[in-house]
């Protein structure tokens, strides 16, 4: 078994794929118009749905707000650089809701953007959430 996506509802197809694409550099893997559900189903990601778990976006014709929920936490995307990545995001119109630096209680760098329907996303520094597995991991072990 392997994980293939997660689905989110969008209230705007085109802005969410803008946001996805433009400004999180994933790439439209396929879309599809379902006419007699009344509904479209796009699927991005930043590689092929064959190797990589990928974000179906489903957008319901006519529906134009969502309540988000409380059990609903984030999606978590890795990078490079955490603080070039968030300016880019700031520079091409995205919401960056908190700045990167030290989780709190840990050392793991993060940041959190929000996507055009309220939808938050990690940005985790690459190289750094190590150390943060192996205590998590250790502790779990006791």
């Known amino acids: 078994m392997r994980l293939l996506h997660t689905m989110l509802r969008v209230n705007n197809l085109e802005e969410s794929l803008k946001f996805y694409c433009d400004i999180l550099g994933m790439k439209l893997l396929r879309q599809k118009d ?18 990589t ?5 489903t957008y319901n014709w006519g529906v134009n707000e ?23 995001i700031k520079g091409l119109g995205g919401k960056v809701t908190r700045e990167p630096g030290p ?12 996507d055009p329907n309220g939808y938050k996303i990690e940005l985790i520094q690459l190289g ?3 150390s943060e597995q192996k205590q998590v991991s250790a502790a779990a072990s006791h």
Do not use: P, R, W
């Open 66 to 88: 969502y309540e988000l929920g409380t059990a609903y936490g984030h999606i978590a995307l890795g990078v490079d650089n955490i603080y070039e990545t968030c300016e880019k």
């Open 128 to 130: 750094t959430q190590g």
């Open 103 to 114: 989780m709190k209680h840990g050392t793991t760098v993060i940041a959190f953007v929000e």
């Open 53 to 57: 778990a990928v974000i179906e976006l």
């Open 34 to 51: 379902y006419e007699s559900g009344k509904f479209t189903l796009a699927f991005v990601g930043y590689g092929d749905e064959a190797d």
